[in-house]
């Protein structure tokens, strides 16, 4: 559909549009022809985002009332604006093509799967950690690197893991390992369950199966309990990487994996490259993207 279209944004803190959206999802009358996700605002300010809504005209006190219900506090300011003469469908879903990071193809369920890749379907309006992200792309570009130079893995972890994405890319690759997945937002859990089902992973305890939990970190006794782990996937912010980097090591097998991301190459970069060189581990390869460092990092065999 083209001519003239409206968009609203509603800018609020990364967890508010997550528990957004999916409150959307769970409404079985919506307005078809209002289209909405949620996006980083900009990529150094991973925590601020803005849910969209696109709308073929002018949106009335209906469409902003129905945007400012998804919200279960106080609904923030809703901006609207004229946009030029586009497809607004195209508009709507910029951002949320497929990607193609090392062996993995991601797309949303709108697209074809690719038939020479690993593919995973994540729904476009889960914006956090569909693979559109550098750090998420990276990180999948570097398990990739991880199989192809014969790291065995037979248990994993993936911290702050948001859709499960990265946690999939990785049984995918080692198909017979124990995976738990892990996020401090409670939305994510649904998150995770729902894109299992869509892309058949297994949920349960069991080798080949994920165990999902929501967690600070590693404080959780399931999440202790489950490790040691050989890799442990944490995508998430430079500060936390560095506090964490004790737990991570006391939660990692002997030459075990570490695969880190968030964090901007320079000086978060190296704060964190410090911390873990301090708590045990070596550098093994790294990948940048745009101004986004990922790390893969190797536990050092004690002497």
């Not at 559909?1 to 009358?29: N, R």
């Not at 065995?152 to 994405?165: H, K, M, P, Q, S």
């Amino acid at each position: 559909m083209s001519g003239p279209s409206w968009k609203m944004s509603a800018f609020a803190p990364k967890p508010e549009v997550q528990a957004a959206l999916l409150v959307h999802d769970e409404i079985e009358e919506w307005d078809f022809d209002l289209v909405i996700a949620g996006r980083e605002v900009a990529e150094d300010r991973p925590l601020e985002w803005v849910l969209e809504a696109w709308y073929p005209r002018a949106p009335g006190d209906v469409q902003k009332q129905a945007l400012a219900g998804l919200f279960a506090d106080r609904a923030p300011e809703i901006e609207v604006e004229k946009l030029p003469d586009e497809d607004w469908l195209a508009l709507s879903q910029q951002g949320a093509e497929p990607i193609r990071a090392g062996l993995f193809h991601v797309h949303t369920p709108d697209f074809a799967s690719d038939p020479d890749a690993i593919n995973f379907i994540i729904p476009a309006a889960q914006a956090f950690g569909t693979g559109q992200h550098e750090t998420t792309a990276g990180c999948l570009e570097m398990l990739g690197a991880m199989k192809r130079r014969g790291v065995v893995v037979r248990n994993l972890a993936d911290i702050g893991t948001g859709t499960g994405l990265l946690g999939f890319g990785a049984m995918a690759l080692w198909p017979h390992a124990k995976a738990t997945a892990s996020d401090i937002d409670p939305v994510c859990a649904q998150v995770v369950e729902d894109n299992a089902a869509l892309n058949h992973i297994a949920l349960g305890a069991k080798a080949s199966q994920m165990t999902m939990v929501i967690a600070d970190g590693m404080d959780d006794p399931l999440l202790q309990m489950r490790g040691p782990y050989d890799l442990l996937i944490a995508n998430i912010l430079a500060g936390p990487l560095v506090e964490l980097a004790p737990d991570f090591a006391a939660s990692v097998s002997a030459k075990g994996q570490l695969l880190l991301a968030g964090l901007l190459a320079g000086d978060q970069e190296r704060a964190v490259r410090r911390a873990y060189r301090k708590a045990g581990f070596r550098m093994v390869q790294k990948i940048e993207r745009g101004d986004w460092a990922i790390l893969w990092l190797r536990r050092r065999a004690v002497i």
